[in-house]
């Protein structure tokens, strides 16, 4: 997608989106979004901070006005100003399902929908404080009533205000839900035809409350790809490239997903079946030579991501960068010397 409107839209190599017209977006290497620069000053700019090796944001700055959250498992339990002040306490004793939340000394309850979409804001009154209503996809339907600050919005999730195109939080990655996609591809999927659908276009009777309901972690999900940095899936008859090294080096990513479309010949996907399935090599096929194969593909690539992934970093990291793609070079000599006989 290049254009929204009449708008330019750009993206980068990874398939993480960086420009809609003048907004700019920015992203870390596990594909995090870091900043959100808007057009029109700064009042709108959002800076996010989250947890070493996790999707759990732990901050986020909004022009001026800082706000640490704490969790209770998979949800934001309370959110903290700069200063320690308590800006806001949350009941949801599943995955969010909202309850309450408690600002300012006032306790106020979530009214939600079928799909967790928050529809109305109750106050111990039993007046009405906000009022919510949305497209299929999560776009708001018309203007929304927003008597008291409130995060939650769309399937339960976060809503980034000051953002464009209608932007969410879901945990893994940020949906645009004016298009009804992601701002960033699936992190397991890297055939960049399919990585940013949103719940297999299915709005009205699916969630995603993780962004990753793509076809790799449906797989990983039902215990398919147990141990393996990458595999090739089945569903509905098409082959999905799928990366399970989630918190490796990108180019690292990059090179187990070379391997797998290396045995995109060697398998046949079952046509029009709708369950995901982790396809054998075709009957007579020589697994040894097809494993082989792919084993130098992936080296190659491999050698030849080291020294642009690691060169330009310094000091720590570099070695760290270095480290990490000599133990896959390692396991790949590996299974040459095991498969290439």
């Keep these: 997608m290049t254009k929204y409107g009449t708008t330019a839209m750009e993206w980068d190599t990874w398939g993480c989106l960086t420009k809609v017209g003048s907004h700019t977006y920015f992203w870390d290497y596990t ?7 808007h057009a029109t000053g700064t009042s709108n700019d959002a800076t996010y901070g989250y947890l070493p090796g996790s999707w759990q944001r732990y901050k986020r700055v909004q022009d ?13 339990l309370a959110s903290y ?20 939340m408690t600002r300012s000394g006032n306790t106020y309850y979530y009214m939600a929908d079928g799909l967790g979409s928050i529809r109305n804001i109750g106050e111990s009154d039993e007046d009405t404080a906000n009022i919510y209503d949305y497209y299929a996809f999560g776009d708001s339907l018309a203007t ?10 769309f399937t339960g999730r976060e809503y980034e205000s000051g953002s464009v195109l209608d932007t969410y939080y879901y945990r893994n990655r940020y949906y645009l839900s004016a298009l009804g996609i992601f701002a960033s591809r699936d992190p397991f999927e890297y055939d960049l035809s399919r990585g940013w659908q949103y719940v297999r276009n299915n709005p009205v009777n699916l969630t995603d409350p993780w962004g990753e309901m793509g076809v790799c ?7 398919l790809v147990n141990n393996v940095g990458g595999a090739v899936i089945c569903k509905d008859g098409k082959k ?5 090294a989630e918190k490796s080096n990108e180019g690292i990513q990059y090179c187990i997903a070379m391997h797998e479309r290396d045995h995109g010949d060697d398998v046949d996907c079952p046509p029009c079946d709708p369950n995901v399935t982790r396809p054998p090599f075709k009957p007579g096929a020589d697994s040894n030579k097809e494993e082989c194969a792919a084993y130098k593909v992936e080296l190659s690539c491999l050698q030849k991501e080291k020294p642009f992934r690691c060169n330009k970093l310094r ?11 000599d133990d896959r070079i390692a396991q790949m000599q590996q299974g040459i010397a095991r498969y290439c006989k």
């Design 240 to 244: 999905h490239w799928c990366v399970y």
């Design 31 to 37: 594909d995090r979004l870091t900043k959100f620069d």
């Design 144 to 153: 929304q009533t927003q008597g008291v600050t409130n995060p939650y919005r």
């Design 81 to 100: 100003a700069s200063n320690g002040t308590l800006n806001a306490r949350y009941i949801t004793p599943g995955l969010d399902e909202n309850v309450s």
């Design 64 to 76: 001026t006005t800082v706000e640490y959250y704490i969790y209770d498992g998979d949800n934001v």
């Design 315 to 325: 000091g720590e990291k570099r070695k760290a960068c270095q480290k990490e793609f």
């Design 217 to 223: 972690a449906e797989a990983k999900a039902k215990g």
